[in-house]
C-alpha cells in the first residue's frame, strides 16, 4: 500500500550514492551513452555493490518497521540513468529488500529539481554541481563524499550529526561573525538570545526526525525494553555566550537533541562521536 507521500518524511538519493557505480560510470567516460548503455544491460543480473549512502538510507528505512501501522518515512530515488539502464538499480534495490517503490530517471538531466515534486526534506548525492544547483534554488541536498562503505546489519541505529548555523538554522550569525570581531559576534547573539533563527535548509529534515524521536518515547513508555534507534547531535563552532540562542530556536521548534557540542573553533570533524 502506497501512503500519500506529502504526509510523509522523505529522502531522496541518487543511484550513484545508494550504490557503487563506479565501474560503470568509467566506460560512460572512456566509451560513450551507448557503450554504457549496453554495459549495464548486460549486467542486468549482476548486483550492485553498496554505495556510501547505503548503510545510512536502509537504517533509515527501518523507521517504518518500528511504526508499521505509520509508514512514517520513505525514500525516492532520483537517478541520471535512463529507466532501461536503471533497471539494474531496481534489481539491485529488490535483492538487498529496500522498501523503495518511487523514482525519477532522468536520462542524463541533474534530477535535483524534482526534489519537491517528491516532498523531499534531504537529497543526498555524490555530485556537489547538483547539491550547489539546489541549495541556490533553496532547495535541500548534501553531498555524500567518498569513503570505505562497511554496513553492520546487526546495528540499526540511526545516528545523525548536523551543523547548526547555515544548516539548521539560517545564515545571520555567519554573517554577523563576517562584519564584526568574534567579541561583536558574541555581544550580538547574547543580546539576542531570546530570539529564535529563522529556519536553515534542513530545518525541516531536523524537525521531522525530531517528530519520529518523539514516537519512539511514546512507544519506549509502552514496551518495557523498547531499544530507540535515531540517535541526533548538533556540531557548532559557537560557545557560551553565544550558545543561548542555539536553545532558544529548538525550544520554539518545540524539538530535542540527544547531543550537543559548543567547540569554541575546535574542529568539528574531530568532535563527532557517530
Not at 500500500?1 to 541518487?14: C, E, N, T
Request: proline residues 5%; negative net charge.
Amino acid at each position: 500500500m502506497l501512503y500519500p507521500i506529502h504526509r510523509k518524511f522523505v529522502i531522496a538519493v541518487s543511484s550513484s550514492a545508494l550504490f557503487d557505480l563506479s565501474e560503470s560510470n568509467q566506460v560512460f567516460i572512456e566509451k560513450g551513452a551507448q557503450a554504457y548503455k549496453e554495459f549495464q544491460k548486460s549486467k542486468l543480473n549482476e548486483t550492485l555493490k553498496k554505495g556510501v549512502a547505503f548503510p545510512f538510507i536502509r537504517r533509515f528505512l527501518n523507521i517504518n518497521k518500528r511504526f508499521p501501522d505509520k509508514q512514517p518515512v520513505e525514500v525516492v530515488l532520483l537517478s541520471r540513468n535512463s529507466v532501461v539502464t536503471g533497471l539494474r538499480v531496481f534489481n539491485s534495490i529488490e535483492h538487498y529488500q529496500l522498501d523503495i517503490t518511487r523514482a525519477a530517471f532522468t536520462e542524463g538531466n541533474s534530477p535535483y529539481r524534482y526534489i519537491p515534486v517528491f516532498n523531499a526534506c534531504l537529497f543526498l548525492t555524490e555530485d556537489e554541481n547538483d547539491v550547489k544547483k539546489a541549495i541556490d534554488i533553496n532547495l535541500p541536498a548534501g553531498t555524500v563524499l567518498p569513503s570505505t562503505v562497511y554496513d553492520d546489519e546487526t546495528d540499526d541505529e540511526l545516528r545523525v550529526g548536523l551543523d547548526f548555523d547555515g544548516v539548521i538554522a539560517d545564515d545571520e550569525a555567519e554573517e554577523v561573525y563576517k562584519r564584526v570581531s568574534l567579541e561583536g559576534f558574541h555581544s550580538h547573539e547574547e543580546k539576542n538570545s531570546h530570539i529564535p533563527h529563522k529556519p536553515g535548509p534542513l530545518a525541516d529534515f531536523f524537525k521531522k526526525l525530531a517528530l519520529i524521536q518523539k514516537l519512539e518515547e511514546r512507544k519506549e513508555a509502552k514496551e518495557k525494553g523498547y531499544k530507540r534507534i535515531i540517535r541526533t547531535a548538533i556540531v557548532t563552532a559557537r560557545n557560551a555566550p553565544a550558545h543561548g540562542r542555539v536553545i532558544t530556536t529548538l525550544e520554539s521548534w518545540g524539538v530535542g537533541v540527544n547531543e550537543t557540542f559548543f567547540l569554541g573553533g575546535i574542529e568539528k570533524n574531530e568532535s563527532l562521536p557517530f
